[in-house]
């Protein structure tokens, strides 16, 4: 697909000067300048691979904000019309380029919340269990917050979780996932599942699996699909309208570097859009906009993705996204996304060039069942080689027991960061 085997990038060579002669060539290597890149006590430099935990800050955020503060302070409520970007509409602002980004239709899509919160939200829309078909299916290695979601649902419904959850799991031996295995699950247990709920791009092994082909599985045995994005969005094109899930939920502070703790996106199929009869928890935010401010009228909700939301929404979180945003929308997601595959490529090829036994890497070595993030299990060592990478100006993720995570984003990160990480990682194993 993406044509790797014609790419002369894949002759890779294990040198600084080979590291520079990338980052000259490499047509996004300027977006760098746009992001404050931590440094050391000394000034220099971090090598930062850590954006599929927190997104770095883009220069330009700063003045998105104080544009918002400066509109309060100047105008008090009246900032919700007359500011330069109003407030009422704030989140239309963000709706497009953020639809570009998960490949969905705007009315698909809503910046709100955080990613636990949507995902309760879209649970108590697409979780209608029956008594007889009420399980739910997750990956085994889900991140904590999305099982103890499923496991406080279920137990919502008089369900126990032991055996309302249904876990995909590796083969004994393996770490990765396999298909045939959910299709075995679905063909076994498929009449008692009520939801799929998986992350597209797992957060410790960092697979990202066959969304398409997940999508249609589930729907083959009536089941509701929901995916969480939040190590997907921004790294991997999810294409959700084409793929079909019915809703998918994510976060905006790792790859899409929107500041810690900031709003979450969540989409919900156009098929749904306009099916007034399914369940959901409501707020003012998700009624009419032209009669909201009536305050005497019935519900009525808002067709699409934004009739869930409950609350007008923190600005200034919006803000720093919209920021975020527009960084994102004028590199191109595509681009992105090539030089994603040869900047990961290249980590790969100086891992395996360290020929070390104690080295194995977890991620799929296939590019398209992987986004930027590697995981790299170094048997028998411990959090001290983590706190050793740091001493050494790395700052990367590290997973109990053995794993570290290593994700060089095509935005900020530089071939040079990749040849310098794999320098002192080997340092560090000497
Ligand atoms: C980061 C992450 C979360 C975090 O959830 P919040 O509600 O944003 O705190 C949840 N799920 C996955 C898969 C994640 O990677």
């Known amino acids: 697909m993406f ?105 698909e899509v809503v910046i709100m919340n955080g990613l636990t919160s949507n995902l309760h939200l879209m649970m108590v829309s697409f979780y209608q269990p029956t008594s007889s078909k009420y399980k739910i299916v997750i990956e085994s290695d889900a991140f904590p917050s999305d099982k103890y979601a499923m496991e406080s649902q279920l137990k ?55 969304l398409k082909k997940i999508t249609e599985l589930g729907h083959r045995y009536n089941c509701k699909v929901g995916f969480d994005l939040a190590h997907g969005a921004g790294n991997i094109q999810p294409n959700l309208h084409e793929t079909g899930p019915d809703f998918a939920v994510w976060c905006t502070y790792k790859y899409l570097n929107s500041g810690p703790g900031s ?16 369940k959901r928890f409501v707020g003012w935010w998700g009624h009419n906009k032209q009669t909201r401010f009536n305050m005497r009228h019935k519900f009525d909700v808002l067709v699409g993705a934004e009739g869930w939301q409950l609350s007008n929404p923190p600005i200034l979180s919006m803000a720093a996204i919209r920021a975020s945003l527009d960084t994102f929308t004028e590199a191109g997601f595509d681009n992105l996304r090539a030089k994603a595959i040869k900047l990961t490529g290249f980590l790969e090829f100086l891992v395996d060039d360290l020929h070390d036994d104690r080295i194995n890497i977890i991620t799929p070595r296939n590019p398209e069942e992987r986004g930027c993030q590697l995981s790299i299990q170094v048997k028998s060592a411990d959090k001290s080689l983590h706190t050793q990478l740091t001493e050494a100006g790395v700052i990367s993720d590290w997973r109990e027991p053995d794993v570290i995570r290593i994700a060089p984003a095509p935005l900020y990160n530089s071939f040079e960061d990749v040849y310098h990480f794999a320098e002192r990682l080997k340092k560090v194993l000497n």
């Open 3 to 107: 044509g790797l085997e014609n790419q002369p990038y894949i002759m890779f060579k294990n040198s600084l000067e080979f590291a520079k002669k990338c980052d000259a060539s490499d047509e996004l290597a300027s977006f760098r300048n746009k992001f404050h890149i931590p440094k050391n006590t000394a000034g220099e430099e971090l090598v930062y691979l850590c954006g599929n935990s927190l997104g770095l800050q883009p220069k330009a955020t700063s003045d998105y904000i104080q544009q918002e503060l400066k509109d309060w302070a100047n105008l008090g409520v009246e900032g919700h019309t007359e500011g330069k970007n109003p407030w009422l509409p704030y989140h239309e602002f963000l709706t497009e380029n953020m639809a570009k980004i998960v490949g969905a239709k705007p009315s």
């Open 156 to 210: 919502f419904h008089g369900y126990n979780p032991s055996e309302g959850l249904i876990l995909w799991k590796p083969r004994k031996g393996e770490e990765l996932c396999r298909l045939e295995d959910l299709e075995d699950i679905m063909k076994k247990n498929g009449d008692e599942i009520a939801l799929l709920m998986i992350g597209s791009t797992n957060y410790y092994s960092g697979q990202s699996f066959p």
């Open 263 to 278: 709003l979450g996106g969540c989409f919900v199929h156009e098929r749904h859009e306009n099916n007034k009869e399914l």
